[in-house]
C-alpha cells in the first residue's frame, strides 16, 4: 500500500508539472521529494551530478553555435537541398530536419524549416500535411540519434554510473543513428500520399475561394537564399563540426584518452567518455569564441541555449525525485522488471515510450527509466535496442514543434482532429517509433 501510494505521488508531481513546462516539472517535484523524505521517510535519492555536467557543457556548445552564426549556415544548406528538390519534400523534408536535430542536438532548430517547407510544398500543390507533420516528428527523432544530445548524454551518464563503461556514445550511436534514420524514412514513405489532393479537398478549396485567404495560403515565406553571410558564421560551423568528429573518435578509440589510477597504485583505466565530452564542448565553445570575435553574454538570450537550460533543469528535478522513489523500492521493482523485460523484452519500450509521454521530454524520459532499468538489471543492449521509444510526446499533440508546425501551415491541412488523437502526427509518430525500435533491436543484438 506504501508503494501505491508513492507512485501516486509520482505520478501527480509528473502530471502536474508537466502542465508548467519544464521548469514547472523541476519545481513540482520538489514538492514529492519532500514528501517522499518527510511524509513517507525515504532516504533521498540522489541527483544526477554528472549527467547534468555534461548536458551544461553540450548546451553551452550548442548555445555559442547558434549565436556565432553557426546554425544559420546549416540552415541555409538545408534550404538550398530542399528548394534544389521541390517534388520529393515530402520524402527530403523530414530526412533534413532529422539530420540538422543529430548535427545540433535539440529539434528546436525545425521552426526555422516549417516555413520552407511549407513555401516549397503549398507552390508545387503538393499537400502541406504531408511534409510537414512527418518533419515535426523527424525533427524529435533525430534527438536520440546526435552525439551532442541531452538525451544520448544522459543514457552514457547513466551506463558509465551503472558500471557499464564498455559502452561508448559511439555504440549507441551506432544503434540510434541507423534505427531512427530508418523509422524516419518508414514515415516519410507513408505520407507520400497521405490525405487527399489539394484539388480534391473540398475544405481547402473552400479556403482559397476567398481572394484575400488564397493570396494569405500562396504568399512568400521569408528565405536564407541568396543572403551573404559573414565568414564567421562558417568558421563557427567548421570549428562545431570538428568538435564532433572529436568526440567521435575519442569514443571509438579509447586507447587515445588519458588514464590515470583510481587508487594510488591501482591500473590506471581511461577518463570517462562523461568528462571528455564536457572537456571537448567547453573547447570548442572557447575556439568560436575567440575566432568570430562574437559577444558571450548574448549566448544566454538564444532559444536553444534556454531550451537547453530548461531541460537540464528538467532533469535535475525528475531524476531526483524519481531516483528517491525507485530506489527505497528497488528490491520489488527488479524483481518485477527483471522477470517482466526478460520474458516481454518490448514492455522496456512500452515503459519508455509513456514515460516520455508523460514528461513530454525524451531526456526527462531517460532520467527517470534508464536508471531504474539499470539497477533491475536490464540488459544495456536492450535499452539501445529501443531507444527509439524514448519519443512519444507526439502520441497527445502538445509539445511545442507539433503546435508550431500547425501555425506554420496556413493551409489548415494539418491540424488536431474531432477526437483530439486523430490528429496529423499520430502515425507518422507511431510508424517511426515502431520500425525504429524493431530495426535498432536487430542492430543491437548483431552489433553489440
Known amino acids: ?28 517535484s520538489g514538492v514529492g521529494l519532500v514528501i517522499f523524505t518527510f511524509v513517507f521517510g525515504y532516504k533521498p535519492g540522489n541527483p544526477p551530478i554528472g549527467v547534468m555536467l555534461t548536458i551544461l557543457a553540450v548546451v553551452t556548445c550548442a548555445g555559442f553555435l547558434q549565436t556565432s552564426g553557426g546554425l544559420t549556415v546549416m540552415l541555409k544548406y538545408a534550404e538550398r537541398f530542399l528548394r534544389s528538390n521541390p517534388k520529393r519534400i515530402t520524402l527530403f523534408a523530414p530526412m533534413t530536419t532529422w539530420f540538422l536535430t543529430v548535427l545540433c542536438g535539440t529539434g528546436h532548430v525545425v521552426y526555422t524549416m516549417f516555413p520552407i517547407i511549407y513555401d516549397i510544398a503549398i507552390h508545387e500543390n503538393i499537400r502541406p500535411e504531408r511534409p510537414m507533420a512527418v518533419s515535426s516528428v523527424a525533427s524529435q527523432m533525430g534527438i536520440c540519434a546526435s552525439p551532442v544530445s541531452v538525451a544520448v548524454v544522459s543514457i552514457v551518464g547513466f551506463f558509465v554510473a551503472a558500471g557499464y563503461d564498455q559502452y561508448s556514445v559511439a555504440q549507441v550511436l551506432m544503434i540510434s543513428i541507423p534505427a531512427t534514420f530508418c523509422g524516419v524514412v518508414c514515415a516519410a514513405i507513408w505520407s507520400l500520399h497521405r490525405g487527399k489532393e489539394l484539388s480534391d479537398d473540398p475544405k481547402f478549396q473552400a479556403l482559397i475561394s476567398d481572394p484575400e485567404q488564397k493570396k494569405y495560403v500562396y504568399g512568400e515565406n521569408e ?54 565530452i564536457q572537456m571537448i ?47 527505497n523500492h528497488m528490491s ?26 508523460l514528461v513530454n521530454s525524451q531526456a526527462a524520459g531517460i532520467a527517470i527509466v534508464v536508471p531504474l532499468a539499470l539497477n533491475a538489471g536490464v540488459d544495456p543492449v536492450l535499452i539501445m535496442s529501443f531507444i527509439s521509444a524514448c519519443y512519444g510526446y507526439f502520441f497527445l499533440p502538445t509539445y511545442p514543434s507539433d503546435l508550431a508546425c500547425i501555425g506554420f501551415d496556413r493551409s489548415g491541412t494539418t491540424l488536431i482532429g474531432k477526437y483530439v488523437l486523430n490528429h496529423s502526427f499520430m502515425i507518422p509518430g507511431l510508424i517511426g517509433v515502431i520500425s525504429g525500435c524493431c530495426v535498432g533491436y536487430v542492430l543491437a543484438h548483431i552489433l553489440l
Open 1 to 28: 500500500m506504501e508503494m501505491l501510494l508513492g507512485f501516486i505521488v509520482l505520478l501527480a508531481c509528473l502530471i502536474i508539472g508537466v502542465q508548467h513546462g519544464g521548469i514547472g516539472l523541476a519545481a513540482v
Open 281 to 327: 564542448m567547453l573547447l570548442v565553445s572557447a575556439v568560436i569564441l575567440f575566432v568570430t570575435k562574437m559577444r558571450a553574454k548574448d549566448v544566454g538570450n538564444g532559444s536553444v541555449f534556454k531550451a537547453g537550460m530548461v531541460a537540464l533543469v528538467s532533469v535535475y528535478g525528475v531524476a531526483w525525485m524519481a531516483d528517491t522513489f525507485f530506489s
Open 332 to 357: 520489488v521493482l527488479k524483481t518485477f522488471l527483471s522477470t517482466t523485460v526478460a520474458a516481454y523484452p518490448w514492455t522496456y519500450a512500452l515503459v519508455a515510450f509513456l514515460t516520455s509521454k
Open 223 to 276: 528565405s536564407l537564399m541568396g543572403k551573404d553571410l559573414p565568414k564567421t558564421y562558417y568558421y563557427a560551423m567548421f570549428i562545431f563540426f570538428i568538435g564532433i568528429i572529436c568526440v567521435a573518435t575519442l569514443g571509438n578509440f579509447p586507447d587515445l584518452l588519458p588514464a590515470f589510477p583510481k587508487k594510488p597504485g591501482g591500473p590506471a583505466k581511461p577518463i570517462s567518455m562523461t568528462v571528455v
